[in-house]
């Protein structure tokens, strides 16, 4: 039986949805922007995505439909956390061999101390530790009739033998206890359960988007205990989807949108924040920021987020628009921006003054502008009023 099992249904959705679309790998590998090495082991199961974006362009290129990348995104995030699971795995079998060369080196190095004690050499670095142990002071007679003493500057060959064994005894023998005593520790950790909801056996080790349990109301409670304006509800839609990957953006996790072990971890443990602006501060920031076009730049912005910092909006290539002005990832990277700041309302607010200013105009929101213009054209001018 295959171990990877979340990996091999992802593949087998891919697969399917390849066939239906009669691409061929160089062709479907084209539209969606990857190789197609990478495409052809994303599909054989060999790996999995770094980033749902792949996933989602490889569907689109075949011409999925909504349901379907909704099923496509539920059987990543599971591939996904099925991959962290196995690192550990691969960790602990490097870790091995590592401890295995360890004691190999450990054993020649007693075969060396071994040999030297069998042929002592007379040095002047062996003759300092004698010195020193002759230095100790005598717990018996200072002398014994009949026993000849040593010349001076060195034992014989079976006391010094008999020493050096002494101190390797003892060092071993401390060496050994120190590590009884560790293994012995009782870890209360170790056989109890973890208590908190999300790490419980009610939850699986996935929460994503189109749930709707008890598991996700403890997402949606957690991110309100952090500031998120979220509603407390259950359900996993678009609004927990934003929020989620807002807090993993802030929490410094990768931003995917999905509640795997290190988001659960982050989001009881973690000192990450989501208070932010509320929208009368920011219609009044924008105003001043944008004074030559006051009252269509909090139009642009009403439009584009509906005055939210944190809004976050995918796109269907797999990109993903940023915070007040819904920032492009394209002209985030041109502004010298990252996700983070972009969710800081200040900036968000100054990149898209500076996205205004090279044409002092709001082409870079064409749907919005367009939605603009009409409603200025359907305001009656006062030429017109008066005839």
Same mark, same amino acid.
């Given at each position: ?100 060369? =360890?004691? +190999?080196?450990? @054993?020649? #190095? ?10 002592? &050499? !007379?040095? $002047? ?35 010094? =033998?008999? +020493?050096?064994? @002494?101190? #390797? ?10 590590? &009884? !005593?560790? $293994? ?204």
């Amino acid at each position: 039986m295959n171990q990877y099992m979340e990996a091999e249904r992802l593949a087998a959705q891919l697969r399917a949805l390849k066939r239906r679309s009669g691409l061929s790998y160089d062709a479907l590998a084209q539209r969606a922007g990857i190789s197609r090495s990478s495409l052809h082991r994303y599909c054989a199961a060999s790996s999995v995505p770094q980033d749902y974006g792949a996933v989602h362009r490889i569907a689109t290129a075949c011409g999925a439909a909504s349901a379907e990348l909704r099923e496509l995104h539920r059987l990543w995030a599971l591939a996904d956390a099925e991959r962290e699971r196995r690192v550990p795995q691969e960790d602990t079998a490097q870790s091995d061999v590592v401890d295995k060369q =360890t004691e +190999a080196g450990q @054993a020649e #190095a007693v075969t060396v101390e071994e040999a030297a004690s069998a042929h002592p &050499v !007379s040095t $002047a670095a062996e003759q300092e530790p004698v010195a020193a142990i002759r230095e100790l002071p005598a717990q018996g007679p200072a002398s014994v009739p009949g026993l000849q003493e040593p010349s001076p500057g060195r034992l014989p060959a079976n006391r010094r =033998t008999l +020493a050096l064994t @002494a101190a #390797a005894a003892v060092t071993v023998l401390g060496t050994v206890g120190w590590a &009884v !005593s560790l $293994a012995s520790t009782p870890d209360d950790r170790a056989d109890k359960p973890d208590p908190r909801t999300l790490f419980s056996s009610v939850c699986s080790p996935v929460v994503s988007m189109g749930q709707h349990d008890e598991c996700v109301r403890e997402v949606q409670t957690l991110l309100e205990r952090r500031g998120a304006v979220i509603g407390v509800d259950g359900d996993f839609g678009p609004q927990t989807l934003r929020r989620v990957t807002a807090f993993q953006v802030i929490a410094g996790l990768p931003p995917n949108g999905v509640v795997t072990a290190d988001t659960k971890k982050a989001l009881y443990d973690s000192k990450a924040r989501m208070d932010t602006w509320a929208p009368e501060k920011v219609r009044q920031r924008i105003r001043v920021v944008f004074d030559e076009a006051p009252d269509d730049a909090v139009a642009i912005a009403d439009c584009q987020s509906f005055l939210d910092p944190l809004h976050i909006l995918p796109n269907t290539n797999g990109s993903r628009n940023w915070g007040l002005f819904q920032i492009s990832d394209t002209r985030l990277r041109e502004l010298g921006g990252t996700p983070l700041k972009a969710l800081d309302p200040e900036w968000n607010i100054q990149a898209a003054k500076r996205l205004w200013a090279r044409d002092h105009d709001f082409h870079d929101w064409p749907h919005c502008e367009r939605a603009l213009r009409t409603k200025a054209s359907a305001v009656p001018t006062s030429a017109s009023v008066s005839n």
